[in-house]
Structures are given as structure tokens and as C-alpha cells.
């Protein structure tokens, strides 16, 4: 039977919806189906078939379609899209994946550990005098772009990286109608950058990841291509992810003294953070040809959204999965960087991140709680949290 056809269940009524609420009426649609029909296309919702598809090669990320979904056509949006790491695939795709897995392999990032602890101790000093802080621009927010910056070693410019990673992200969350012209300027602005940056790193070169992509045989376009996915991708993801674990740490403080009687539960905890709510609760793909999935056929061209948020929270494979809990060990893996080719490639700096964050201020941070209430944005693309406050006790 085609999906297209099929009558069912339906998640439209998501618009607007965060936090607790956005789950619980998430796992009413899950409970009804593992095929769910929203505005913007199809749904899968469990863990099985989520994870089929996001490993079936006849499923490709649908970057150009997004776009036509919101009415962009041409222009410069259009144009940068094209050119993009995420639309390509098969043998493009993978050759330039190639080029950057030696910048985010987990050997790489453990080089990587001690600058990031030395950028946390400074960012949370001043927070740490006051016993307060907005969390989001005291460390959630600048720490993922020093860190890129530290990669492509222009550490003073981690604002720049980190505002234009916002503005790029854009275009999955359908509103560039209102948001088109900033974007443009955005790509503009930051396209410009990197053709300066690569231009004086061939003349004289280093070991950051500019100077590395610029002697390889890609063209100058490709190559300022690929250095603006990797500012687009790895900044504002972390970002949002560094927020939503300190606020299910505020919002669960049984769940922090654990990690302070025991910070060696940092790793553990981040898998648990990432389970629990992944700031990419819906990660599109579209049929590259008819392709049949348990007895449905989705045709050629077909749009299906993966949803990581119940994927993840799937009683088939997670015991008590609506629990957030750092000592129970999962053996099954969140979806939350996806799986398959198009897997985060950032995915070992974004843990890195994370694990030294928790595990710096867990034993420096006593009575974790809310201040106020968090201000979350849209789950649709990037899923942030605009402000954190929290407040504590330091020792």
C-alpha cells in the first residue's frame, strides 16, 4: 500500500508546543502508529524503523526539497544549498566527509580536551563569583563556537561563527519568510570570511582545518563550501544540546547529585542527555525511488521525517524510557546524530563538549536549580533554548 494513502494518524497539532508537553503528545501520536502524517510530510516514530531508514541509502537528506517546502527556488539561499555538504550523496558526499573526518575522529578531540576544559574554567568564573547566571550566553553559547574557532584558529572570531551558525540553520525552520534577508546576508558575510581566511592560509599554511582543506584538490568554491558547513553544523547543535542538559539537570536535581557525589558519570550522562531530548527531534529524508518499508511503499520523491524525540523514548527497546536516569546504562544508542552516511560527523567534539562541561562544574556546583522559567524555542530544525537561568551554590 502506498503511504501517501494510507489513512492516519495525524501531528499537526505540535505547532507551538514545548518542553514536557511537546513529548507527551508526541508518544500519543507513537502509540497509535509508527506512521504519522503532519503538514510538512510523513513521520516515523519508532526506533526500529527510524533507524532503517536513516541507514537505507535509497534515502537521501532532502536540503533542496526543504527549501522548495518553504517556497525558496533560486537565490542565494538556493544557490549556497546546492553546493552544500548535506545535499550531496553517494561517492560526492563520502569523498568530502573524507576531508574532514581527520578534524572530528575521537583521537582528534582527545587532543582537544584540555583547551576545552581551559575555556569553560574562564567562561563559568565569573558565574561561579556570583552564584547565578543565564546559562544559554554564559557557557552554552560560547563555548561550541571557541571551540570550532579553535579548529580553524581564529579564536577571536567564535562570535562571529557562533551568530552566523544561527542565521545558516535557518533553513530548516521553516519561517524564511521572515527570516530570508538575514539569512542572505548571512551566507554573504560568512562566505566572504572564509575565501579571506583560506586565501592567507595558502600563503601561509598551518594545521587547522582551513590550512588542511586548502591543499587538497577541491576548488576554492568547494573549499569555502565545506569550511562554512562546518561552521553552520557545529556551533549552535552543541549550543542548544550544553542548554537542554543543564536544564534537565535543574529540572531534575536528584539526577545532579549524582553527578557530584560521582563525576566520573559525565559520559553516561551525556548518552542520557542526548536520549532524552535531542535538539534535532525531527530529521528529514526523501525516497530516491520507491521504496517499500513493512508493506507500505513510499514513492519516489517522498518526504518522511525521522522522529529522534520518540525514537528515542521507544518502550521496545528502552526500559522505563520516560525516566531521565544517568546510572542506567542503554544499550541501544540515541538517534540524536543520526545513523548512516549522513551520521554528525561532529559528533565526538559535540560529546567531548558536553562530557567536560558536566564534569568541570559538577563538583564546583551544589544546589542546581530553575531561577525562572526556561525559554525554549521551536522544535522544528534546531530545538534551542533561548535563555537558561539557574542559580546554585558554589564551592
Same mark, same amino acid.
Given at each position: 500500500?502506498?503511504?501517501?494513502?494510507?489513512?492516519?494518524?495525524?501531528?499537526?497539532?505540535?505547532?507551538?508546543?514545548?518542553?514536557?508537553?511537546?513529548?507527551?503528545?508526541?508518544?500519543?501520536?507513537?502509540?497509535?502508529?509508527?506512521?504519522?502524517?503532519?503538514?510538512?510530510?510523513?513521520?516515523?516514530?519508532?526506533?526500529?524503523?527510524?533507524?532503517?531508514?536513516?541507514?537505507?541509502?535509497?534515502?537521501?537528506?532532502?536540503?533542496?526539497?526543504?527549501?522548495?517546502?518553504?517556497?525558496?527556488?533560486?537565490?542565494?539561499?538556493?544557490?549556497?544549498?546546492?553546493?552544500?555538504?548535506?545535499?550531496?550523496?553517494?561517492?560526492?558526499?563520502?569523498?568530502?566527509?573524507?576531508?574532514?573526518?581527520?578534524?572530528?575522529?575521537?583521537?582528534?578531540?582527545?587532543?582537544?580536551?584540555?583547551?576545552?576544559?581551559?575555556?569553560?574554567?574562564?567562561?563559568?568564573?565569573?558565574?561561579?563569583?556570583?552564584?547565578?547566571?543565564?546559562?544559554?550566553?554564559?557557557?552554552?553559547?560560547? #563555548?561550541?563556537? %571557541? /571551540?570550532?574557532? &579553535?579548529? *580553524?584558529?581564529?579564536?577571536?572570531?567564535? $562570535?562571529?561563527? !557562533? =551568530?552566523?551558525?544561527?542565521?545558516?540553520?535557518?533553513?530548516?525552520?521553516?519561517?524564511?519568510?521572515?527570516?530570508?534577508?538575514?539569512?542572505?546576508?548571512?551566507?554573504?558575510?560568512?562566505?566572504?570570511?572564509?575565501?579571506?581566511?583560506?586565501?592567507?592560509?595558502?600563503?601561509?599554511?598551518?594545521?587547522?582545518?582551513?590550512?588542511?582543506?586548502?591543499?587538497?584538490?577541491?576548488?576554492?568554491?568547494?573549499?569555502?563550501?565545506?569550511?562554512?558547513?562546518?561552521?553552520?553544523?557545529?556551533?549552535?547543535?552543541?549550543?542548544?544540546?550544553?542548554?537542554?542538559?543543564?536544564?534537565?539537570?535543574?529540572?531534575?536535581?536528584?539526577?545532579?547529585?549524582?553527578?557530584?557525589?560521582?563525576?566520573? #558519570?559525565?559520559? %553516561? /550522562?551525556?548518552? &542520557?542527555? *542526548?536520549?532524552?531530548?535531542?535538539?534535532? $527531534?525531527?530529521? !528529514? =529524508?526523501?525516497?530516491?525511488?520507491?521504496?517499500?518499508?513493512?508493506?507500505?511503499?513510499?514513492?519516489?520523491?517522498?518526504?518522511?521525517?525521522?522522529?529522534?524525540?520518540?525514537?528515542?523514548?521507544?518502550?521496545?527497546?528502552?526500559?522505563?524510557?520516560?525516566?531521565?536516569?544517568?546510572?542506567?546504562?542503554?544499550?541501544?544508542?540515541?538517534?540524536?546524530?543520526?545513523?548512516?552516511?549522513?551520521?554528525?560527523?561532529?559528533?565526538?567534539?559535540?560529546?567531548?563538549?558536553?562530557?567536560?562541561?558536566?564534569?568541570?562544574?559538577?563538583?564546583?556546583?551544589?544546589?542546581?536549580?530553575?531561577?525562572?522559567?526556561?525559554?525554549?524555542?521551536?522544535?522544528?530544525?534546531?530545538?534551542?533554548?533561548?535563555?537558561?537561568?539557574? /542559580?546554585?551554590?558554589?564551592?
Amino acid at each position: 500500500m502506498l503511504a501517501t494513502e494510507l489513512d492516519l494518524p495525524t501531528y499537526d497539532h505540535l505547532d507551538g508546543v514545548t518542553g514536557a508537553r511537546f513529548h507527551e503528545l508526541l508518544d500519543e501520536v507513537a502509540s497509535q502508529s509508527w506512521l504519522a502524517r503532519g503538514a510538512t510530510g510523513l513521520a516515523v516514530f519508532d526506533r526500529e524503523t527510524c533507524n532503517a531508514l536513516l541507514r537505507d541509502r535509497r534515502f537521501a537528506f532532502p536540503a533542496l526539497e526543504l527549501l522548495q517546502l518553504q517556497g525558496v527556488t533560486s537565490g542565494p539561499i538556493w544557490d549556497r544549498t546546492v553546493d552544500g555538504l548535506m545535499v550531496q550523496s553517494g561517492d560526492a558526499h563520502a569523498r568530502l566527509r573524507r576531508l574532514l573526518m581527520p578534524a572530528f575522529t575521537p583521537r582528534a578531540t582527545e587532543r582537544l580536551r584540555p583547551r576545552l576544559r581551559e575555556l569553560i574554567e574562564a567562561l563559568w568564573a565569573p558565574a561561579a563569583a556570583a552564584g547565578e547566571c543565564e546559562f544559554v550566553a554564559t557557557l552554552a553559547e560560547p #563555548l561550541p563556537s %571557541q /571551540a570550532i574557532a &579553535e579548529l *580553524l584558529d581564529v579564536p577571536g572570531d567564535a $562570535p562571529d561563527l !557562533a =551568530r552566523w551558525s544561527v542565521l545558516l540553520q535557518e533553513v530548516f525552520k521553516f519561517r524564511l519568510d521572515e527570516t530570508g534577508p538575514a539569512v542572505e546576508q548571512a551566507y554573504a558575510e560568512v562566505r566572504a570570511y572564509v575565501f579571506d581566511k583560506l586565501a592567507q592560509r595558502r600563503r601561509a599554511p598551518g594545521e587547522d582545518l582551513i590550512s588542511v582543506i586548502g591543499q587538497t584538490d577541491l576548488t576554492d568554491d568547494e573549499c569555502v563550501t565545506l569550511v562554512c558547513s562546518v561552521i553552520s553544523g557545529g556551533t549552535d547543535t552543541t549550543e542548544a544540546q550544553l542548554a537542554h542538559g543543564m536544564r534537565l539537570f535543574a529540572e531534575h536535581p536528584d539526577q545532579w547529585q549524582l553527578l557530584v557525589d560521582d563525576p566520573s #558519570l559525565a559520559a %553516561q /550522562a551525556v548518552e &542520557e542527555v *542526548l536520549r532524552y531530548e535531542p535538539i534535532t $527531534p525531527f530529521t !528529514a =529524508r526523501i525516497a530516491t525511488e520507491d521504496v517499500e518499508v513493512r508493506d507500505v511503499v513510499f514513492p519516489k520523491d517522498t518526504v518522511v521525517f525521522i522522529c529522534a524525540a520518540t525514537a528515542n523514548r521507544d518502550p521496545q527497546v528502552f526500559e522505563d524510557p520516560q525516566a531521565f536516569d544517568i546510572t542506567k546504562p542503554r544499550e541501544a544508542a540515541p538517534l540524536t546524530f543520526g545513523f548512516g552516511a549522513h551520521f554528525c560527523i561532529g559528533a565526538s567534539l559535540a560529546r567531548a563538549e558536553l562530557a567536560e562541561t558536566f564534569s568541570y562544574l559538577a563538583p564546583r556546583v551544589r544546589d542546581l536549580r530553575l531561577a525562572g522559567e526556561p525559554v525554549l524555542g521551536s522544535p522544528t530544525g534546531i530545538y534551542a533554548v533561548e535563555s537558561l537561568p539557574l /542559580a546554585f551554590t558554589s564551592v
